[in-house]
C-alpha cells in the first residue's frame, strides 16, 4: 500500500529484502528538525560553515575529517570512545592526528536538545544549558535498519524493534523460509556496501545457480577514510583477547614514516602505525588481526586481508621479502612486542 492508500498483490516464490539503514537522529528534541545526517551533508545548498559533529563512529570522524580539510571550523563531540568496535591504540591516534590538524573534540559529552535561531543557525544544549551556536550540526550517532517500516508482524517475520533489523540464519533466510534478506538490515552482520553485494550474489546462486557455497562474514577487511586512512582485517587487540583468551595473544607492532611524509618538514612528527595480532598457541602463530594507520591503508589492508583469508602466520609475514622503500614492507621486518602499560613504538620501532 502506498501512501494514496492505493493497494497492490503480489505473490512469488522467493522474496529478497534488501531495504537497507537510515541515520538515526537519537532521541534528542529538536535534532530532526535542526540537524541533518551524513546522507544530507553533499546535498546542502550552502557550505557548512562551523560544523557540530555528534558521535565518534567512522563515518562520524569521516566526514568530521573531510570538512575540516575544505577549512571549515569542525567541532566533534564524543560520548565515551572514538571508533567504537575498532582497535582502541589506532582510534585514539587518529583521534590525536585530526586535532592536531584542526579538529577540536569534546570528550564525555552529549546533547540535550537543539533549537533553531532566528538567523537560521543551530543553539546546541548540553544539559538543558546553552554550549554554542553553531552553522551545521550532523548526526551521526549510528544508523537504523529499515525493518520496522515493512509491517514485519503482517508477514511473521522476526526482527529486532531496538534496531529496526531482521533475523536470519547463515543462509540469510528469515524466519519464514521462502523470505531472505542481505545487506544492513540484517541483525549483526558488517554493516559495508561490499558485504551485502557479496552476500546478494552467493545467495543468488544458491537460490537460482545450484550453488551450495555460504558467505563467510568472518575477517571482513574495511578501511576508515579519515584524514590519515586506517585499514584492518579480523580482531581488534581487544576482541582477540576477549575472543581466545589474553594468554593467547601476542601483539606485534611498530611505527615508521611514510615516505611521503619523510620529504614533508611539516610532517615530521607524523607516524604511521602497524599491528599484527597472533594466536601464539598455533603453529608458526596464526595471524588473527591485521591494522594499518598510513597513506592508502585501505589499499594496503586489500591485500593483507587476502593473506589472513587463506590462514597466513607470523611466519609467512617474516618470510617475505619486502618492497623497498615501502611504507607496507614493515610487516616483514616487524619485531616489537606490544608490552602492558609500555608506550607505543617511537620512530623507527620495526
Not at 522474496?15 to 534528542?28: E, H, K, N, T, V
Not at 525493518?147 to 519464514?176: F, I, P, R
Request: proline share 4%; glycine share 12%; aromatic share 8%.
Amino acid at each position: 500500500e502506498d501512501k494514496k492508500g492505493n493497494k497492490e498483490q503480489a505473490t512469488f516464490k522467493y522474496c529478497l529484502i534488501a531495504c537497507g539503514g537510515r541515520p538515526s537522529y537519537g532521541d534528542y528534541p529538536g535534532a530532526h528538525e535542526c540537524c541533518i545526517s551524513s546522507d544530507d551533508i553533499f546535498w546542502q545548498k550552502k557550505p557548512p560553515g562551523k560544523t557540530l559533529v555528534i558521535g565518534a563512529s567512522y563515518i562520524a570522524l569521516e566526514c568530521a575529517g573531510f570538512m575540516a580539510g575544505f577549512g571549515f571550523d569542525v567541532t566533534v563531540m564524543v560520548r565515551s570512545i572514538l571508533l567504537r568496535g575498532f582497535d582502541q591504540d589506532i582510534a585514539e591516534m587518529i583521534g590525536k592526528y585530526m586535532e592536531k590538524h584542526g579538529v577540536k573534540f569534546v570528550r564525555g559529552t552529549t546533547p540535550s536538545k537543539f533549537e533553531r535561531t532566528e538567523s537560521g543557525q543551530v543553539r546546541v544544549f548540553v544539559k538543558d544549558a546553552e554550549y554554542g551556536v553553531y552553522d551545521t550540526v550532523l548526526m551521526a550517532v549510528g544508523r537504523t535498519g529499515c525493518a520496522g517500516w515493512l509491517n514485519c508482524k503482517a508477514a511473521g517475520l522476526e526482527y529486532k524493534e531496538s534496531n529496526g533489523k531482521l533475523v536470519c540464519n547463515d543462509a540469510e533466510q528469515t524466519s519464514v523460509p521462502h523470505i531472505y534478506c542481505v545487506g544492513d538490515v540484517i541483525d549483526g552482520k558488517p554493516e559495508l556496501t561490499p558485504v551485502a553485494i557479496q552476500a546478494g550474489r552467493l545467495l543468488v546462486r544458491r537460490l537460482f545457480g545450484g550453488s551450495a557455497k555460504l558467505m563467510d562474514y568472518s575477517d571482513v577487511a574495511t578501511a576508515v577514510f579519515t584524514p590519515i586512512e586506517y585499514g584492518t582485517v579480523g580482531y581488534s587487540e581487544d576482541d582477540a583477547k576477549k575472543k581466545l583468551g589474553a594468554e593467547r595473544v601476542k601483539v606485534y607492532h611498530c611505527s615508521a614514516m611514510p615516505l611521503e611524509w619523510n620529504l614533508n618538514s611539516e610532517r615530521s612528527e607524523d607516524m604511521g602505525y602497524m599491528k599484527v595480532i597472533v594466536d601464539k598457541e598455533t603453529p608458526a602463530e596464526k595471524v588473527v588481526g591485521v591494522h594499518v594507520l598510513g597513506p592508502n591503508a585501505g589499499e594496503v589492508i586489500q591485500g593483507l586481508s587476502v593473506a589472513v583469508k587463506a590462514g597466513c602466520t607470523k611466519e609467512h609475514f617474516d618470510d617475505c621479502v619486502g618492497i623497498h622503500p615501502t611504507f607496507a614492507e614493515s610487516y616483514t621486518t616487524m619485531t616489537e612486542l606490544k608490552a602492558e602499560g609500555k608506550g607505543l613504538p617511537t620512530k623507527g620501532g620495526c
